[in-house]
């Protein structure tokens, strides 16, 4: 089963702000929007609200099925 979808939505922010957070993602080897992410999780978790872990994208091939030969 495929996970569901990420919800897309613009997002501006101040230039100087982008900067920090490219630097913040590149010294965690993360994409930008995975930072944004990170620090949006642990600032709710700060505030104890808590969010549930995103399953995981599947990885590699799928399993070949079983013939019936």
């Known amino acids: 089963m495929a ?3 990420k919800k897309a939505f613009p997002l501006r922010l101040d230039p100087a702000l982008f900067t920090a957070l ?3 993602a590149a010294s965690d080897f993360r994409s930008v929007n995975a930072e944004i992410e ?3 999780r642990e600032a709710l978790g700060r505030r104890g609200i808590k969010v549930a872990p995103s399953e995981a994208p599947r990885r590699g091939r799928p399993p070949k099925e079983k013939s019936d030969e």
């Open 38 to 40: 990170v620090l949006l």
């Open 3 to 5: 996970p569901p979808a």
């Open 22 to 24: 490219e630097r913040a």
